[in-house]
């Protein structure tokens, strides 16, 4: 018996309509740990380089993490891995919610779909018995819609559903997959699911997840719990409301949005409004979210309450992700009411909340500069709001100037040309990023937003303050309990950090100190991503319950695999490297790995140089940003060398 | 037959506070494996969540007694607008669903409030419950005496019993029992 993971895997090919199940190496759990890790290493044996992303070879990966379903709060995180249309890289998507410990009950640790159905179609697995079933009655359904048809169809109501919406079944770039209250929405793998032909997945388990050392692993739980019951009651001072608590973001729960709305970007990333957060905004947005907010709720076994049933009335009811209250609203220059509202057409679409408003405000640019003219838009009304509606559903639908910008702002300037290529001026890899426009660089940040291989500074930031408390004083009372460091030296770095001067940005923290830094919250990040952890309570807020010296423990008792701190940070070393070489694969190179040019106002390219060469430096990867055979070889990842010197990788760079 | 007094527990369920995150099945069925903590499933827990979120349907029941007939009762009721069947607030193992059943024998599965030596303060899935939708009560109650609470076993074998008869349970141990 294996413990913590199940051990065996579900291989469905659409294309031939066989369901195989089949047993996992428990060396590659020792290797890679599961999640993100082992959907990596089947990525890479089965998914040759030059793969589309609309293929049959392509793969979709649906994988649980080493501890989910288990008892530790709040680890129940499906990792998605495949080709994505967007970026044509590896997209690196997550959803948390019910649905991967329900996979894990069933008796699997992975769905892994290859192939394409001629028919819409949707998987239902039901423990032992797995089935390919008809979905042409659920085309065009909403993804919630579909998930309440599947539960009354099946006469179960706790059947946890993953499904897709109109953007995935029309294979819009940026499509989601979503799943209760939450999605798997960057890199769209909804458009690959959609490709595939594949409505939803379907999963009810009535088995045991096993863990091999009971008593120690609830003792670490229970730890756990009371850490998080300790953070609720000690938010950290001197911290934006939004930044003082455990969880993703409370954004259904905080209605003091003065960080967000001020902060960041209006429209296409454009406009900042220093001085929009007024009295009569907080009190008209106040009445607003908690007229429709019905309910705070949670993900599997999590305390935190990050979500929240919206009931607008008028609408159907749905379940709100965090931040995509803020980010139409910001996009259309809206109100929260709008926000609300055009979330709730977005989730049963099945959009990204980044990408999608980001596509719409660009494309009204390029009406209002003059590059698209108002034939691109027949029929649309005047209003900003009224805009976004009517482009919400072009898109879905890929309808006219919807089919251009359904490909997301960087394939949509090229297709229409004509200058439009200097309005994507938001993205990554071809992948839209935080609306955020800032002033002086900040080292730490521009190593992450150049080099994370998720191409999206949420999933790689954490731990490490964003900003330097004002004084020196505050600073040395925040690094009193901050036990979570991997190393003192975190602690200097921070307390050293000033606002403003010489040991402030773009010079401070050293380059050394900045990869460091990097390299931790990465570190942690991996780790999540393999075990399945919410990074809502791990790798994203300040002082989290998990961290580098009790997940060795978790890992331990959960397995019987022996662990401690070094091997877990090598083996989040060899899962942050083996992403690295499948993108590389997919020939990305150092030219790719930068932020958005207008990202900083100030910008140095003699430090930025410094720091992308130090931090390839630390990674083991060449100047290309390569990883180098020696790297590979400490990793035990020969294999990768080897392909690279075969492929002329090396050679020709 | 004499009256005692005795200390009855209950959990009492605040339905308004809770957030569906199912931490009381996990715990229950993690407590109750053997090897205790040794494993969870839900679907063995003594505890389960109604759930449907779409209605703002939260409602964590805990497992009664084991019945062997079903009831009449199908009636609906509306609370807050939102509307529930007469099942949703039963605490039986009952035959019209296969709520709180072993899944892998069909016996019955009662809460029994995580008896232990020594005791614990509260059940494991109020502990748990950080949402605070579960609360512990303790009353005082006069029972007849000489009623000794059914443990798992001999709930599990009334159920067999009533299923097969108690002849052909009775034979069946007899049979097994010989070396």
């Excluded at chain 1, 499509?175 to 690959?192: F, L």
Aim: a negative charge; glycine letters at 8%.
């Amino acid at each position: 018996m294996r413990y913590g993971e199940i051990g065996f895997d579900l291989e469905v090919d659409l294309s031939r309509g066989s369901i195989d199940r089949v047993e996992t190496d428990p060396r590659d759990t020792k290797l890679y740990l599961g999640g993100l890790g082992t959907n990596a290493k089947i990525m890479w044996d089965r998914v040759p380089p030059g793969t589309e992303a609309f293929s049959e070879d392509n793969l979709l990966i649906f994988g649980t993490g080493l501890l989910c379903g288990t008892g530790a709060p709040g680890c129940n995180r499906t990792i998605v891995s495949t080709v994505s249309p967007q970026t044509k890289l590896m997209a690196y998507s997550m959803m948390g919610g019910f649905w991967a410990p329900e996979l894990k009950y069933a008796g699997y640790d992975k769905v892994i779909v290859r192939g394409q159905s001629e028919e819409l179609v949707y998987l239902w697995i039901n423990n032992d018995k797995v089935e390919i079933r008809d979905a042409a009655h659920l085309k065009g359904l909403g993804a919630t819609e579909t998930s309440e048809a599947i539960r009354r169809e099946l006469k179960d109501p706790d059947i946890q559903v993953a499904a897709i919406g109109l953007a995935g079944e029309n294979r819009v770039f940026y499509a989601s997959v979503e799943q209760g209250r939450s999605s798997a929405s960057r890199g769209g793998i909804g458009a690959v699911m959609g490709d595939k032909g594949l409505k939803a997945i379907a999963v009810r388990g009535k088995k045991d997840i096993n863990v091999a050392d009971p008593a120690k692993y609830m003792d670490l739980c229970n730890d756990v719990l009371k850490y998080i019951k300790f953070r609720e009651d000690n938010p950290i001072k001197g911290m934006p409301a939004i930044l003082q608590g455990l969880g993703s973001p409370q954004e259904m729960r905080i209605v003091d949005e003065e960080w967000h709305t001020t902060s960041f970007m209006w429209g296409n990333s454009r406009t900042r409004r220093k001085d929009f957060w007024t009295h009569e905004i907080e009190e008209k947005w106040r009445e607003t979210q908690e007229n429709v907010r019905t309910r705070l709720i949670s993900c599997h076994n999590c305390p935190m309450k990050c979500g929240a049933t919206i009931s607008v009335p008028g609408l159907p009811t749905y379940m709100m992700k965090c931040y995509s209250k803020l980010t139409y609203t910001m996009a259309a220059y809206g109100d929260l009411d709008f926000g609300f509202k055009i979330a709730q057409k977005a989730t049963e679409y099945g959009l990204d909340g980044f990408s999608a408003p980001q596509s719409m405000a660009f494309g009204l640019e390029l009406l209002e500069a003059g590059i698209l003219t108002k034939e691109d838009f027949p029929g649309m009304p005047d209003d900003n709001e009224g805009r976004f509606f009517y482009l919400i559903e072009k898109i879905v639908r890929r309808e006219g100037i919807g089919d251009i910008l359904a490909d997301g702002t960087y394939w949509a300037a090229r297709r229409i040309g004509n200058g439009a290529e200097k309005f994507d001026h938001n993205t990554i890899k071809k992948h839209e990023q935080l609306p955020l426009k800032l002033g002086m660089l900040n080292p730490v940040y521009y190593l992450m937003y150049s080099t994370g291989e998720k191409i999206n500074i949420t999933q790689i930031e954490g731990q490490f303050p964003q900003e330097p408390l004002p004084t020196r004083e505050a600073r040395e009372e925040f690094v009193k309990d901050w036990f979570q460091v991997p190393d003192e030296k975190f602690k200097k770095y921070y307390v050293d950090w000033e606002p403003r001067g010489e040991m402030s940005n773009p010079y401070y923290p050293t380059v050394e100190a900045s990869c460091d830094i990097v390299d931790w919250m990465e570190k942690m990040h991996y780790i999540d991503d393999a075990l399945g952890m919410c990074a809502g309570l791990s790798s994203f807020p300040l002082k989290p319950p998990y961290h580098i010296h009790n997940y060795p423990e978790f890992i331990k008792a959960a397995t019987g695999m022996e662990m401690d701190k070094d091997e877990l940070w090598k083996a989040a070393t060899r899962n942050r490297t083996l992403m690295r070489a499948l993108n590389v694969r997919f020939g990305m190179r150092r030219a790719d790995d930068r932020p958005p040019e207008d990202h900083w106002k100030k910008r140095f390219p003699d430090l930025e140089k410094q720091l992308l060469d130090a931090y390839y430096k630390l990674k083991g990867f060449n100047d290309q940003g390569i990883p180098t055979p020696e790297a590979l070889h400490d990793l035990e990842l020969d294999y990768v060398a080897e392909e690279f010197e075969q492929k002329g990788i090396y050679s020709h760079g | 037959m004499a009256k005692v007094k005795k200390i009855v527990k209950s959990i009492t369920i605040d339905a308004d506070k809770c957030n569906g995150c199912k931490a009381c099945e996990v715990i229950c069925s993690s407590w109750h494996a053997t090897p205790r903590y040794s494993s969870n499933n839900p679907a063995r827990s003594r505890i389960r969540i109604v759930r449907s979120p779409l209605r703002d349907i939260y409602l964590p029941v805990y497992a009664g007694e084991y019945t062997a007939a079903e009831c009449t009762g199908r009636d609906k009721y509306i609370l807050d607008g939102k509307e529930y069947a007469e099942c949703d607030f039963c605490r039986a193992s009952c035959p019209s669903r296969d709520l709180f059943k072993e899944p892998d024998s069909g016996l019955p599965l009662k809460c029994d409030m995580c008896e232990d030596t020594p005791a614990l303060d509260k059940p494991k899935c109020v502990e748990w419950c950080l949402a605070d939708a579960l609360i512990y009560v303790e009353r005082e109650e006069e029972v007849e005496e000489d009623q000794p609470e059914l443990g798992d076993v001999e709930i599990g074998i009334g159920s067999m019993i009533d299923k097969y008869g108690l002849e052909k349970v009775l034979d069946t141990i007899a049979r097994m029992a010989k070396p």
